[in-house]
């Protein structure tokens, strides 16, 4: 595997992309994300990884653009999971279900280019497709929610609640 390509952030707030020796702008970065060019952004003078932050600007240049991806009330719901016990599970469920939906979407597309070309009922084809995916966000749910109640099981023992009555146990 080839190392990453580094990208230096100044104190100036200018990227600066070592690999092709200028400045570049944070649409050129989503442009290495969607080309699955692998970078690491670097702050100049501390060398500390801000390559998530960046993303992050990214992500909120886009979501300004007019067709946002988040709506106000995910944006609440991933909020209010920070500094919860929950925090990191929430992220793996978020991370997984985006990377089923991904594989799901390409396995989706090959599939509908390959049928529409030979489908006689092209309708009926297409809600076979999406009947087969329903045990598969079935079971990311049963995952979640398993996952979610065990970690309510340790925040009661730990706080000395009784799980049968929901009373504080002496």
Same mark, same amino acid.
């Given at each position: 595997?080839?190392?990453?390509?580094?990208?230096?952030?100044?104190?100036?707030?200018?990227?600066?992309?070592?690999?092709?020796?200028?400045?570049?702008?944070?649409?050129?970065?989503?442009?290495?994300?969607?080309?699955?060019?692998?970078?690491?952004?670097?702050?100049?003078?501390?060398?500390?990884?801000?390559?998530?932050?960046?993303?992050?600007?990214?992500?909120?240049?886009?979501?300004?653009?007019?067709?946002?991806?988040?709506?106000?009330?995910?944006?609440?719901?991933? #909020? @209010?999971?920070?500094?919860?016990?929950?925090?990191? &599970?929430?992220? $793996?469920?978020?991370?997984?279900? *985006?990377? /089923?939906?991904?594989?799901?979407?390409?396995?989706?597309?090959?599939?509908?280019?390959?049928?529409?070309?030979?489908?006689?009922?092209?309708?009926?084809?297409?809600?076979?497709?999406?009947?087969?995916?329903?045990?598969?966000?079935?079971? #990311? @749910?049963?995952?979640?929610?398993?996952?979610?109640? &065990?970690?309510? $099981?340790?925040?009661?023992?730990? *706080?000395? /609640?009784?799980?049968?009555?929901?009373?504080?146990?002496?």
């Amino acid at each position: 595997m080839t190392e990453p390509r580094i990208i230096k952030k100044y104190p100036n707030r200018r990227l600066y992309d070592t690999h092709i020796s200028r400045y570049i702008t944070l649409e050129e970065i989503r442009q290495l994300v969607l080309n699955h060019i692998d970078f690491r952004v670097e702050d100049k003078r501390t060398q500390e990884d801000i390559t998530r932050s960046i993303l992050l600007q990214v992500i909120a240049e886009q979501e300004e653009g007019g067709n946002p991806i988040f709506t106000t009330e995910l944006l609440q719901f991933i #909020i @209010r999971y920070y500094g919860d016990p929950m925090q990191k &599970s929430i992220g $793996r469920y978020l991370e997984l279900s *985006a990377r /089923i939906f991904q594989e799901q979407q390409h396995h989706f597309t090959e599939q509908l280019r390959d049928l529409l070309g030979q489908a006689q009922q092209p309708l009926q084809t297409l809600k076979e497709l999406a009947d087969r995916q329903v045990p598969i966000w079935r079971s #990311i @749910r049963a995952e979640f929610l398993r996952n979610l109640s &065990s970690t309510a $099981r340790s925040i009661k023992r730990r *706080a000395g /609640i009784d799980e049968q009555d929901g009373n504080p146990t002496s």
